[in-house]
T-cell receptor, first 113, second 114 residues
Framework: AQSVTQPDIHITVSEGASLELRCNYS??????LFWYVQSPGQGLQLLLK??????LVQGIKGFEAEFKRSQSSFNLRKPSVHWSDAAEYFC???????????FGQGTELSVKP | DAGVTQSPTHLIKTRGQQVTLRCSPI?????VSWYQQVLGQGPQFIFQ???????GRGNFPDRFSARQFPNYSSELNVNALLLGDSALYLC?????????????FGSGTQLSVL
């Protein structure tokens, strides 16, 4: 069965520091991969997605993610974190272009001044 | 244009009661999906509807049901509520059948079961 693991439940970084959020997936073939962000009281906003092609994907708000097939990983990165980036981040997979998303449990990001 | 709208935003029910949650998709979107997000966990897929027909169902008991109307709005019904049904219920819409590519999520309905 497909699954997604986000090993870090909570991460704290200083404003201006770099960020990397980890995501590992379990799936037989190359899945469709996503990163979403959720602010308190809000729904989910898509940051970026990977379907095929270039394994380094650029998203909104200065985020990027790299797909590594050998490691079954899709880690999210940002070179310089802003206080407004504090939120919950979810990695998700879909077994194909259609149908349901399978989410990880999320990583809560705190940003200290 | 308005995004995905859900109502009510908050709801308190007691065990055994029934609840109906509502979702209006983005104008022009014909596909609606429902997700349950329990506190501290990622969202879990419940249903997907397209053109008023069920196109996918997650691993939820029969107490959960949904429907989609001719105007593409949708309702999620939960019968015989349990404490464990307390969660944020998210609705997402898309203009493409059965796609996970372009999903737009609403802010959700926070259901508390006492």
């Amino acid at each position: 069965a497909q699954s997604v693991t986000q090993p870090d439940i909570h991460i704290t970084v200083s404003e201006g520091a770099s960020l990397e959020l980890r995501c590992n997936y379990s799936y037989g073939a190359t899945p469709y991969l996503f990163w979403y962000v959720q602010s308190p009281g809000q729904g989910l906003q898509l940051l970026l997605k990977y379907f095929s092609g270039d394994t380094l994907v650029q998203g909104i708000k200065g985020f990027e993610a790299e797909f590594k097939r050998s490691q079954s990983s899709f880690n999210l990165r940002k070179p310089s974190v802003h206080w407004s980036d504090a939120a919950e981040y979810f990695c998700a997979v879909a077994p194909n272009q259609g149908g349901k998303l399978i989410f990880g449990q999320g990583t809560e990001l705190s940003v200290k001044p | 244009d308005a995004g995905v709208t859900q109502s009510p935003t908050h709801l308190i029910k007691t065990r055994g009661q029934q609840v109906t949650l509502r979702c209006s998709p983005i104008s022009g979107h014909k596909s609606v999906s429902w997700y349950q997000q329990v506190l501290g966990q990622g969202p879990q897929f419940i249903f997907q509807y397209y053109e008023k027909e069920e196109r996918g169902r997650g691993n939820f008991p029969d107490r959960f049901s949904a429907r989609q109307f001719p105007n593409y709005s949708s309702e999620l019904n939960v019968n015989a509520l349990l404490l464990g049904d307390s969660a944020l219920y998210l609705c997402a819409s898309s203009n493409i059948q059965g796609t996970s590519e372009k999903l737009f999520f609403g802010s959700g309905t926070q259901l508390s079961v006492l």
